[in-house]
């Protein structure tokens, strides 16, 4: 009887947990948007002030609970020598975010070359794909059609996916909330990889 119970319990009080990666060159703001995302739907959580964030070597792991559902967040260092270790962790997730620094117009192009490389590797077949065009509250900072007309190159390379490439400020916060709910959906879509389960508290 108890462990019907139990059964029962872990049955109404679990969380489907979805694996997401966050890559993109250095400097791209990638912990900073992760620690945005954290204030979306805690805004008990402050989070780090932009200023306090350095630059990521190895890994940091974020959690964010949308209802019933659960974003696990993995922020990877984007500097040459670690994107290396991007592909290790390919065959685990469910939805990949790809972070550009809309200020480096120097960097454009090595940013779509790094873009490339990630999205030919066959472990990443049909993951959902979003695409931040980060740091639009700075002024000068590329513009979407401008990101496109380089990174629309890799178009035939995306195959069959979710696919969304959208403007967003870590500091601001502007439109990220609009992009964790596309990430949301877009993952729960994709049957190929199922959720993992998690308990709810």
């Known amino acids: 009887m108890f462990s019907l119970i139990s059964g029962l319990m872990h049955y109404l009080f679990k969380r489907s947990e979805y694996f997401i ?4 060159l ?28 350095s630059s990521t070597v190895g890994l940091n792991v974020g959690k964010v609970d949308i209802g019933s559902l659960r974003l696990v967040f ?15 962790y390919y065959k685990e997730v469910h939805g990949v975010i790809y972070a550009i620094d809309s200020t480096d117009r120097d960097r454009l192009r ?7 490389q990630m999205i030919e590797d066959h472990a990443l077949d049909g993951v959902p794909l ?39 400020s870590a500091i601001t ?12 959906s877009s993952v729960q879509r994709n049957h190929s990889r199922p959720p993992a389960v998690a308990d709810l508290y």
């Open 21 to 24: 990666l966050i890559v993109g």
């Open 26 to 53: 250095d400097n791209a703001g990638k912990t900073c948007l992760l620690e945005k995302f954290k204030t979306i739907h805690k805004p008990t959580y402050k989070g780090l002030p932009p200023e306090k964030i």
């Open 74 to 88: 993995w922020d990877l260092g984007g500097q040459m020598d670690l994107q290396c270790l991007w592909d290790k």
């Open 110 to 116: 090595d940013s779509k070359d790094a873009f490339d």
């Open 130 to 168: 979003l695409v931040l065009a980060n740091k639009q509250d700075v002024e000068g900072a590329l513009t979407i059609p401008e990101i496109k007309a380089v990174f629309n190159e890799s178009a035939p390379k995306l195959g069959v996916r979710d696919c969304k490439v959208q403007n967003v």
């Open 173 to 184: 916060g502007q439109n990220l909330k609009m992009a964790l709910e596309w990430l949301s």
